[in-house]
């Protein structure tokens, strides 16, 4: 029997997270159907973004208009550098006030508990808040407090999240995983933190083996001070990556 779509489980990754824009673009343009999206961190934001409603292009656009100073406000806060005030905003603007039940296809993010250690499964109420959760670098933004929780980024324990995008039921999972590029040096309290983070996350990629139908690896080989300045470059390689594999995402499909 035909499966009537592919699960998609959209990694971690910062910046480089922006390649899986371009893995949404090859979908669209293929017209792949996606039966529902798991993601972590910047995958969750990916996936939320075209869960509320947007195409890939359209994500595409809002990715290349950010600026740095749309969503950095320093806080004051003990938990965190960054309040995450004005990314919720924007958040909210983006997403329209949606909520989770009201996303097409359906979506599901994680986060982690910071106290008690364990990851949080986001899939209902707002959208902007569960996005929030699960891009809460630890030490960069503050934690969001959600349901008596103190939640995190998605990526402290689940990098590419296949175990969550196989709670949708018997469909094909394909995974998109953008790796983790360590910086050669740091040089600031900002580098410090992501390096740490980076790390952690290098050592997942090595003891997490990433189980699903198919993985796509976008070829991002940008150091992290050239995140901001080559988006174009890294949606290219998402772009790339699905095309070279778009039979096979067929094949999955029968």
């Known amino acids: 029997m035909a499966h009537k779509g592919v699960v998609l489980a959209l990694s971690s990754g910062g910046a480089r997270g922006f390649a899986h824009i371009g ?128 939640l995190v980024d998605g990526g402290v324990l689940n990098r590419v999240p296949v175990d969550v995008a196989r709670l949708f039921g018997e469909f094909p999972v394909v995974a998109v995983d953008v790796g983790v590029e360590l910086a050669p040096k740091v040089g600031s309290m900002f580098d410090v933190l992501f390096q740490t983070f980076d790390l952690m996350a290098h050592q997942l990629k090595r003891f997490q083996p990433v189980h699903a139908d198919l993985v796509i690896e976008p070829q991002l080989q940008l150091t992290r001070e050239a995140h901001f300045s080559k988006i174009p470059e890294m949606i290219q390689a998402g772009e790339t990556a699905t095309e070279q594999v778009i039979s096979r995402i067929r094949d999955l499909l029968v």
């Open 23 to 150: 893995v949404l673009k090859t979908l669209d343009r293929f017209h792949i159907p996606i039966a529902g999206i798991a993601g972590s961190s910047m995958g969750g934001l990916v996936g939320g973004l075209y869960c509320a409603g947007y195409t890939g292009s359209m994500i595409q656009e809002v990715a290349l208009a950010i600026r740095r100073t749309d969503w950095i406000d320093f806080s004051l806060s003990k938990m965190g550098l960054l309040a995450g005030k004005k990314l919720e905003s924007l958040l909210m603007k983006w997403t329209h006030g949606c909520q989770f039940e009201d996303c097409s296809p359906p979506l599901k993010v994680v986060a982690v508990d910071i106290e008690t250690g364990q990851p949080v499964l986001i899939e209902t109420g707002r959208l902007s808040e569960g996005i929030r959760a699960t891009v809460s670098i630890p030490g960069i933004f503050s934690p969001v407090v959600r349901n008596r929780h103190i």
